[in-house]
């Protein structure tokens, strides 16, 4: 069992910034893709973003200029830079590991986008 826990969500003015990090519970494998997903009330989880350990990434359209995905993996970290922060991104954030045979989720960290 892999346990992924996410940092770094909280209350931001429209306009501002918020970086997100999750930390592995074990050493991120090649074959690992890592992930950011979010869910707003009422709305199905969506994914935000992935990144491959090659570094391929893929943002929805609707953050694509305003977020970045990294990942580091020495330290078994996946982060998400997230600028220009609007209110529809509001949502519980989800950090996700996924590879052959297995998922793995976070606990989620709120992010609210207010003034």
């Known amino acids: 069992q892999v346990q992924l826990v996410e940092s770094g969500g909280g209350l931001v003015q429209p306009g501002g910034s918020l970086r997100l990090s999750c930390a592995a519970s074990r050493k991120i494998f090649s074959l690992d893709v890592m992930g950011w997903y979010r869910q707003a009330p009422g709305k199905q989880r969506e994914l935000v973003a992935r990144i491959t350990s090659g570094g391929s990434t893929y943002y929805r359209d609707s953050v694509k200029g305003r977020f970045t995905i990294s990942r580091d993996n020495a330290e078994n970290t996946v982060s998400l830079q997230m600028n220009s922060l609007k209110p529809e991104d509001t949502a519980i954030y989800y950090c996700?590991?996924?590879?052959?045979?297995?998922?793995?989720w976070g606990q989620g960290t709120q992010v609210t986008v207010s003034s």
């Open positions: 996700n590991l996924y590879g052959p045979g297995y998922e793995y």
